[in-house]
């Protein structure tokens, strides 16, 4: 469900930054290891991994999986997690594991995976111990043992990883491993349901809805339906989902918040019930009318948008002021777009940085790319390209297609960082394969200049 983001454009001298578009089942979830970006500079990592540093070899491993510094090269990621598993670095252990089992740099080979995720787990890795308990519990490069399957589910649930957490759940549930034992169930889906995790929140609202290893409650498990539901569970019997929705819809009549909100999710989106905005836009008005700040927020979309509702700027805003003195980042970035473009309020630049800021400092990528425009144009705030750069940087690293077009400019112009094309071809390649033009524009650009990263990329 997309949230409604105000957009204006500014001028800038090498072209304009536009501010961002902002039985029951019992369900087991699977995951795959994604890295976190290595922070250091690529060549930094090489010397130390020539000299044997064990930490160096992953980090540059991390940096050739990820292009980061470095042209992405998973053959090279493979040799230096190799390096590395083999001086006993646990997540350089997780990470060769995960390329063995995707057959990603390296040819598929699960007994391989296996292994190094034994190696990471036995050493504490949580994710480690929750890909082991998936090899043991589908007998791949394990012999299949739902024994121990439960007993790594445990080991890394005990340290609150919420996908084994479910698993371990599902064990106690269906007798698999362990005994079976609803209550025990029940506590572990919880715990990964208070997480958020979709799959533990509907097998708990099971539990509530049937009794199982806790006092059947068909209020409590509507809610938890309805919060999975909200999250695009799909592999829920309709029957039950329907049965839900309607027990939901009598907690909304009763004055439940975030069963009326939960209702509006599925009013807008068509789950349980007739698609109907005009009522998505009822049950968000009855819960954002109680304080509920999700609702809020989709209440100031909808004004903004006109979904079910006459268009509204000032109704906006209001809602979403609300929603943003309540911290949710999302309604924060749109009051600075409010604030940026006069929409629902009057024109303030300097409050409109204060929002993004707020949004920004929260990891909201959308508000990151904003402040750091802000930054390199001195609006609201006096100009500091390095501070723009370091804004869009975060945003960069989380995928934003514009942020990091406009990073590879500023590398490539040498505006607020050192000047450096190879570092700038890197950005618009990442920015190039998401879809976004400008960002080939730019490769084109210096590939004209003889850039050999942007000619290559071109003659792919």
Known sequence: MKHYLCTTLLPIVLGSIGFANQPEQVITEEQTVSAEPATSKAEEYRTAAEQGDGIAQYNLGLCYQRGEGVEQNMEEAVRRYSQAAEKGIARAQLMLGTCYAQGSGVAADMQTAARWYRAAAEQGDATAQYQLGL????????????????????????????????????????????????????????????????????????????GWGVPQDKAVATKWYLKAAAQGVSQANREVWVAAIRCGQQSAEQGDAEARYAMGVCCETGLGVPQDAAEAVRWYRAAAETGHAMAQLRLGDCYASGIGVVKNAAAAARWWRSAAEKGIAAAQCNMGGCYVEGTGVEKDLTEAVRWYRASAEQGYSKAQFNLGACYAQGYGLEKDPAEAVRWWLAAAEQGDAKA????????????????????????????????????????HHAASRGNAQAQEYLHR
């Open 404 to 443: 990091q077009t406009l990073l590879g400019t500023f590398y490539d112009r040498g505006i607020g960082v050192e000047k450096n094309l190879d570092e700038a071809v890197r950005w618009y390649i990442a920015a190039a394969e998401q879809g976004y033009a400008k960002a080939v524009e730019w490769i």
């Open 135 to 210: 090899c043991c519990a589908k007998g791949a490069g394990e012999p299949q043992n739902t024994e121990e399957a439960a007993k790594w589910y445990r080991a890394a649930a005990e340290q609150g990883h919420p996908a084994a957490q479910t698993n371990l759940g599902a064990c106690y549930q269906q007798g698999l491993g362990v005994p079976n034992n609803p209550a025990e169930a029940a506590r572990w889906y919880r715990a990964a349901a208070i997480q958020g995790r979709p799959a533990a929140q509907y097998n708990l609202a099971n539990c509530y809805n049937k």
